[in-house]
């Protein structure tokens, strides 16, 4: 009788889950359906973003988003409030942590790697050659320079 009581809790969360699932949108998207435009005014200007999940101003959630670099594309030193989980899907991205971009100074990540920045670590990035990569993180999304005039959304130019 104890082992029935103790299974009815279980049964009820595992039978429920799916039917509370159900009204959730389920994302699948082929990479014909991502829609690609240029990132946000805090980034250098040159690459491509699309959201794949969520939405990266909701304070608490999940979002994913994928970002599409040229070859020679760099984010100088900066850190976000959150984890930033980073799967590189293709071409090459080097990672480095720090307080001033040093390309000696970067790991490279062919495509398949993995790899966190945890939040307020300073890192910064460089795609050697054309890149995608992936990044999962808790919104909302901030991103901060540790030399304010590296901000692209700060320069008259942008």
């Known amino acids: 009788m104890r082992r029935i009581s103790r299974l009815v809790p279980l ?8 039917l509370a699932l159900a009204d959730s949108p389920m994302a699948m998207l082929t990479p014909a359906d991502i829609k690609w435009g240029d990132v946000p005014a805090v980034f250098p200007k ?4 699309a ?9 608490g959630e999940l979002f994913i988003v994928r ?6 594309y760099k984010i100088p030193a ?7 989980n980073i799967t590189v899907i293709s071409g090459t991205f080097n ?6 971009l040093d390309v000696a100074k970067s790991k490279a990540f ?10 307020k670590m300073n890192h910064f990035a460089i795609a050697k050659q054309a890149a995608i990569v992936e990044v999962s993180a808790i919104g909302p999304f901030a991103i901060t320079y540790v030399n304010p005039a590296d901000d692209p959304s700060k320069s008259a130019s942008r």
Do not use: I, N, Q, R
């Not at 040159?46 to 973003?49: F, R, W």
């Open 110 to 119: 062919p495509a398949g790697s993995f790899a966190v920045a945890p939040a």
């Open 67 to 72: 970002m599409k670099m040229p070859a020679g």
């Open 51 to 59: 959201v794949l999940y969520g939405d990266p101003a909701k304070p």
């Open 78 to 84: 900066h850190w976000h409030p959150t984890d930033e």
């Open 95 to 100: 990672l480095g942590m720090g307080d001033k």
């Open 11 to 18: 049964l009820a969360v595992v039978l429920c889950a799916p």
């Open 46 to 49: 040159g690459a491509k973003m």
